[in-house]
């Protein structure tokens, strides 16, 4: 049954890109709910989106971990009643280190495939009762372009959001006969708020060089994507890989 008033769930959306998508559900008045492991950053983004006219709660929760998993959508089913939409966008990404693989430690390996990998797992495991149950869902899991392309000093990164794209295939095949379904965003490029250090202003222009669209990429971008798979309209769609990338050559 398609709901006309929506429950939007996003990870990550303290900051960033998913800041933006909570933004742009909440503008199209859906009822947000702003997760992230940074408690003031989800109250901060929550604020701005209720200053605005529209309905957000901010809720603290590290998604690597299940029984903080499962209380952040207790929280959002207390609040609103269920959840329609999730965005799974919390990633250990902007923070990261990059080095060669033979260098990285078992302990780096396996905290990033916490957070990127197990926590999208955890989340989908958290909401899909709810969705099940409803006989609507859609689920929106954020990969990244490297994924094809492979980067060199980033193998943890593109490994742990290789498991998002794969975890996704067999997602949308267990929930597509409740009508929930699953499909992946993959950016790439994306300029935020947010420093980081692993793109450098002389990498950019390389990049830029191999775009079919030769500028930078903004998390608008990103949301007009996302939006998509999420909408109700879109319920025929399932298990699909979108690169938002620019045109960017895999040569
Ligand atoms: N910006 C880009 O160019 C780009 C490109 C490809 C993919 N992506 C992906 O898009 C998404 C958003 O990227 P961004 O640029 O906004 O990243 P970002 O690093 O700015 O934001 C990530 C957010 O996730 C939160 N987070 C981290 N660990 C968490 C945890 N354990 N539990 C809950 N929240 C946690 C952070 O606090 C932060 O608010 C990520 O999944 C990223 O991998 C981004």
Not at 46 to 74: F, L, N
Request: glycine share 8%.
């Amino acid at each position: 049954m398609e709901p006309t008033s929506r429950v939007v769930l996003v990870t990550g959306s303290g900051q960033g890109i998913g800041r933006k998508f909570a933004q742009a559900f909440a503008e199209q008045g859906d009822r947000v709910v702003v997760a992230d492991i940074n408690a003031e950053a989800a109250e901060r983004v929550a604020e701005e989106i209720r200053a605005s006219g529209g309905q957000a709660i901010g809720v603290a929760a590290d998604v690597s971990d299940k029984a903080g998993v499962d209380a952040m959508v207790q929280r959002a089913v207390d609040e609103f009643g269920t959840v329609h939409v999730l965005v799974n966008n919390a990633a250990m990404f902007s923070s990261l280190t990059m080095k060669p693989f033979e260098e990285l430690t078992v302990e780096e390996w396996d905290s990033i495939f916490a957070v990127n990998a197990r926590g999208v797992f955890l989340c989908c495991q958290a909401v899909a009762p709810h969705m099940k149950a409803q006989r609507f869902g859609r689920i929106v899991n954020i990969s990244s372009s490297v994924v094809v392309t492979g980067r060199a000093n980033y193998a943890h990164y593109v490994a742990s959001k290789g498991a998002v794209q794969a975890f996704n295939k067999s997602l949308a095949t267990e929930l597509g006969s409740f009508d929930v379904t699953a499909n992946v965003v993959s950016p790439h490029g994306i300029v935020t708020e947010v420093p980081r250090d692993t793109i450098t202003e002389d990498q950019w222009d390389s990049i830029i060089a191999g775009h079919a669209i030769k500028r930078k990429g903004t998390p608008e971008d990103v949301v007009a994507a996302v939006r998509f798979f999420a909408s109700n309209e879109a319920g025929y769609i399932t298990g699909q890989s979108l690169l938002v990338d620019a045109g960017l050559r895999y040569t």
